[in-house]
């Protein structure tokens, strides 16, 4: 496994931008996850696919964002019109179930800071 | 909703003292994941639990999973400052044929040298 990678590791964007972030996930594993994380707290969910089906969305995510999981393998996660509020930590995991263990493995992250 | 309750949140400790750290919740969990995290990185997987009643051990590290899988720990032996990080429970539900992970809100262990 090469691990789960997402790019770019740093974004800083001024409010009202457009920002997407992209992730490669665990190449074998169908589901994929899309986090946020904010300091000091542990990572809030936010989206959830299995293969390109989006199959939930937390109210966390608001009509300005938007995430895509095209032929099932990369995603992304796109942000319209940012705000400041949007700053923190955006984390992609993806996981399957081997030996009857469903476990996610975490990409290093999106830190996005919108002045 | 925060369903996973970790305790302490922070621990700062002298190198070669032992430490428990606790996820408790009342919801049963499918499994249960501990994850530690550095400043600017994503979570990385500790161990996976999945019976109640388990116990696994990851060197100085050891995790329990309750009988009823509602609540786990993490216990560390010997604390080394390599030990400092964000330790974080996943707890994973199965609903509708997907898979939900609840994170809990997390432990700042810093170790002493």
């Known amino acids: 496994d090469t691990g789960v990678s997402q790019n770019p590791r740093h974004k800083i964007t001024k409010r009202g931008q457009n920002v997407t972030f992209r992730c490669d996930p665990i190449?074998?594993?169908?589901?994929l996850y899309w986090y946020r994380q904010t300091l000091g707290q542990g990572p809030e969910f936010l989206t959830y696919?299995?293969?390109?089906?989006?199959?939930?969305k937390s109210r966390l995510l608001s009509d300005r964002f938007s995430a895509e999981r095209p032929k099932g393998s990369f995603s992304t996660l796109e942000i319209q019109r940012t705000e400041q509020g949007d700053s923190a930590m955006y984390l992609c995991?993806?996981?399957?179930?081997?030996?009857?263990?469903?476990?996610?493995?975490f990409g290093p992250g999106t830190r996005l800071l919108v002045l | 909703t925060q369903l996973l309750e970790q305790s302490p949140q922070f621990l700062s400790i002298q190198e070669g003292e032992n430490l428990t750290v606790y996820c408790n919740s009342s919801?049963?969990?499918?499994?249960l994941q501990w994850y530690r995290q550095e400043p600017g990185e994503g979570p990385v997987l500790l161990v996976t639990?999945?019976?109640?009643?388990e116990v696994k051990k990851l060197k100085r590290l050891t995790f329990q999973f309750g009988d009823a899988r509602k609540d786990s720990s993490l216990h560390i032996t010997a604390a080394q400052p390599g030990d400092t990080g964000l330790y974080l429970c996943?707890?994973?539900?199965?609903?509708?044929?997907?898979?939900?992970?609840?994170f809990g809100t997390g432990t700042r262990l810093k170790v002493l040298a």
């Open positions: 995991a993806s996981s399957s179930k081997r030996g009857g263990q469903e476990t996610q493995y």
């Open positions: 190449s074998e594993h169908n589901r």
């Open positions: 696919f299995q293969n390109e089906a989006q199959l939930e």
């Open positions: 919801s049963v969990f499918s499994s």
């Open positions: 639990v999945v019976t109640g009643g």
């Open positions: 996943a707890g994973a539900k199965r609903a509708s044929g997907t898979y939900k992970y609840i």
